[in-house]
């Protein structure tokens, strides 16, 4: 089982940055695919960006490639999302998720099996 809870949300104005942090529980958490997550009002869930278990392969979608940054830091079990240059159509709850499997490295929605309770940005124009 694997545990997770964002934090760093808030309201930030257009072209501001923010950065959410997303810590995890699991004593194995550096075999695990993270993935980052939003979800608008009225919209379904969507992929923002992914880091392969021990940092080396990121993907982002291409509404954030350029702006979005993932990392990750497995000796304090935490994956990060810096986020800049930030737009009204950033605004979402964001959630981290993790791998239903190690060592696999996925962006579908399906594969990711524990998911944090998510955290607001809010970015005002």
């Known amino acids: 089982q694997v545990q997770l809870v964002e934090s760093g949300g808030g309201l930030v104005q257009t072209g501001g940055s923010l950065s959410l942090s997303c810590a995890a529980s699991?004593?194995?958490?550096?075999?695990?695919?993270m993935g980052w997550f939003r979800q608008a009002p009225g919209k379904e869930r969507e992929f923002v960006a992914a880091?392969?278990?021990?940092?080396?392969?990121?993907t982002y979608a291409d509404s954030v490639k350029g702006r979005f940054t993932a990392s990750r830091d497995n000796g304090r079990n935490t994956v990060y999302l810096q986020m800049n240059s930030l737009k009204p159509d950033d605004t979402a709850v964001y959630y981290c998720?993790?791998?239903?499997?190690?060592?696999?490295?996925?962006?579908?929605?399906?594969?990711?099996?524990?998911w944090g309770q998510g955290t607001q940005v809010t970015v005002s124009s």
């Open positions: 998720a993790a791998s239903r499997r190690t060592y696999y490295y996925t962006l579908q929605q399906r594969e990711y099996a524990y």
């Open positions: 699991a004593r194995t958490f550096s075999s695990y695919t």
């Open positions: 880091i392969s278990w021990n940092g080396v392969t990121t």
